[in-house]
């Protein structure tokens, strides 16, 4: 926390404050600061200063850890909570409060469309041992959310919402000019109401008549077993908030599984590698290795004779299959490990094994190998 100031102070608001007043602090201070409407040379690092203020009070984990430890990033952090507030590429807070000051203003003829909240996409990283048994990840991040004191209406209490006088609703006024070329029609956003097409008498003082304010907001998000990086998981309403009630957009979460160190995982089979002496794959064997589920024990069977590099199949220990409980399967690749130092004992009893080898083969090798070595002599 060095060189920085108190949050509580930076947000002017005591350290007791609950979230409803540190969220009104926030927007006081952030319409205050952000360069969009700030004169400030200074504007943006006070505004990033409010943001982080506010990103580390507005969560309760968060703050609590900055509380004991000062700092935000204490032993209280749950490997299921992700802040992915900064990874939303363009549509970060300050992104935000750029769309919240501009409000839905812009082309009256696409009215319908801007009161609709847009959709928000992100990336979400879980480990391979997650997306096997499914799992539940906090997630916390900004958007525009539905205005806690109007209820995402726009209205203050006993305040309503009209027909623009100016453009009757339309959203646009028509001008004419005239030009030597005759009269010229021309449109563009109604003045008095921006496009809209209604007016507010008494807009609602925290999101100014919008029904939305930026908001740093918590997730809990469900991953189901046996996902594979690229699948979106698509939850209805938690995007961008609309237009004063206006229908909200989606949140989209495409997930990416992370590489794993004893496994690779090709669509439901997990494919991975044991290791054995020269003798158990001679004479075959049965190695235990850890599966992929906690506490897993998988059996691979290795076959006597089983040569380096070869692959061993055991079914029902990959990972499950969305929707039904079947798994895949695990294919390990058989590695052969040669002894690089021999014992005297060790030795000899390979030397041994060479010469009974050797003893076969000659005892193989038959009446043709007899004549073929005949042969070889009277050529010489």
């Known amino acids: 926390m060095s060189g920085k100031r108190d949050y509580y102070e930076v947000l002017g608001v005591d350290r007791d404050a609950d979230q409803r007043a540190i969220k009104r602090a926030f927007l006081k201070k952030a319409r205050e600061v952000h360069p969009d409407v700030s ?83 992100i990336s979400l990283g879980i480990t391979l041992e997650e997306a096997a048994v499914g799992c539940t990840k906090t997630i916390s991040y900004d958007r525009l959310a539905p205005c806690d004191d109007c209820g995402g209406s726009g209205l203050s209490e006993g305040a309503s919402e009209q027909q623009c006088p100016h453009c009757h609703g339309s959203g646009y006024v028509t001008t004419y000019k005239r030009s030597i070329f005759g009269d010229v029609q021309s449109s563009a956003p109604c003045p008095d109401c921006q496009g809209e097409g209604t007016v507010v008498d008494h807009p609602c003082e925290m ?45 989209i979460v495409t997930i990416q599984v992370e590489e794993h160190e004893r496994f690779q995982r090709h669509a439901d089979d997990l494919y991975t590698e044991v290791t054995v002496s020269m003798v158990q794959a001679a004479l075959g064997c049965t190695v235990t290795i850890a599966g992929i589920m ?87």
Do not use: W
Request: charged share 30%; proline share 4%.
């Open 207 to 251: 999101c100014d008549g919008q029904g939305r304010t930026p908001s740093h907001e918590h997730l809990d998000l469900k991953i189901p077993a046996g996902v594979s990086t690229g699948r979106q998981l698509r939850v209805s309403g938690y995007g961008e908030a609309g237009y004063r009630g206006a229908e909200a957009g989606n949140l």
């Open 294 to 380: 906690e506490g897993e024990e998988v059996p691979v069977k290795v076959p006597a004779g089983t040569q380096y590099g070869q692959a061993v199949t055991v079914e029902g220990f990959g990972m499950p299959r969305m929707g039904g409980g079947e798994r895949g399967r695990l294919v390990a690749r058989v590695i052969v490990k040669v002894p690089e130092k021999l014992s005297s004992e060790a030795r000899e009893l390979l030397e041994r094994y060479e010469d009974v080898m050797d003893e076969q083969y000659d005892k193989h090798r038959g009446v043709g190998a007899f004549i073929r070595d005949a042969i070889d002599d009277i050529l010489d």
């Open 39 to 121: 004169d400030d040379p200074n504007a943006e690092e006070l505004f990033k200063e409010v943001n982080e203020a506010y990103s580390v009070l507005s969560d309760e984990q968060k703050r609590a850890n900055y509380d004991r430890y000062g700092s935000a990033d204490g032993p209280g952090m749950n490997s299921s909570y992700v802040d992915i507030s900064d990874i939303f590429g363009s549509m970060g807070m300050d992104d935000i409060f750029s769309s919240f000051f501009g409000g839905s203003r812009g082309g009256a003829r696409n009215a319908a469309a801007r009161r609709q909240g847009r959709d928000m996409a």
